[in-house]
Every structure is written in structure tokens, then in C-alpha cells.
């Protein structure tokens, strides 16, 4: 049950930059996760929904939720592949020698705000 302060973080987060930018309204977060990272946005969405009540300038945004694909990096033949469908060992060679590229982050993406139909960027907030 990490997504609760999964949301909690990204609250604060996404609160902090808009009070920054002098924002009054955000109107949307979009989120980007690891397909390995352990995250059900099932959990992310019923979680945001109760916490963002506590919150006016939050209250009633929308959250989007992006996966990013899980790659991992084989040392021996310097190739990448889907580390969902092959785990560990590499279908190109059969190396063990082998590490997660990407798929275990979570990103803030994208901050939409009502002011001025402006969207605030935010880059590598990253949590994973």
C-alpha cells in the first residue's frame, strides 16, 4: 500500500510548485510510473480522489496515470529488451549479466492549471 504515500508526496509536490507559480486552480496531474515499479493505479486514483478533498486548491483534479515500459540492458550483448516478457535473462544470448534500464520510476510528468489554460512543467520529480 505505498500508493497512499505515493499520493501524499505527489501532493505536496504538485501543492509546492503551485504556490510557487502563484496558481489558484490545477486542473490535472499526469503521473508516469514503472511497469515494474509495484504501483496499482487502481489504488493511485481511489487514493487521490479521498486526499485531494483535504486540499481546495486540489480539489477535483484530475489524475492520469502513464506506464512506462520496463527495459533492461544486457552487458554482455549490449542489447535491450522487454523485461516483463524475459525476466532476467536475456533472450538474445542467455546472460545473466543484465540490469533494469527503466521501469521502476515515478515521475510527475505534467501539471495542467485552470488560470490560464497554461500547463506547468515539471521535470524529474522522481520517486522510485
Known sequence: MHELGLVNYV??????????QKVNKVVSVTLEFGEVSGIVS????D????????????EGTKL?????????????CKITYSTVKYGKTCPHC????TWLL???????????????????????SNNG
Open 102 to 124: 527503466k521501469g521502476n520510476e515515478m515521475n510527475i510528468k505534467q501539471i495542467e492549471i485552470e488560470d490560464s489554460g497554461e500547463n506547468v512543467q515539471q521535470g524529474e
Open 64 to 76: 492520469i496515470c502513464e506506464e512506462i515500459p520496463a527495459v533492461t540492458w544486457c552487458d554482455d
Open 42 to 45: 487502481a489504488y493511485l486514483y
Open 11 to 20: 501532493v505536496k509536490e504538485v501543492n509546492r510548485i503551485a504556490e510557487e
Open 94 to 97: 542467455g546472460s545473466e549479466k
Open 47 to 58: 487514493y487521490w480522489d479521498w486526499y485531494t478533498k483535504k486540499h481546495s486548491m486540489l
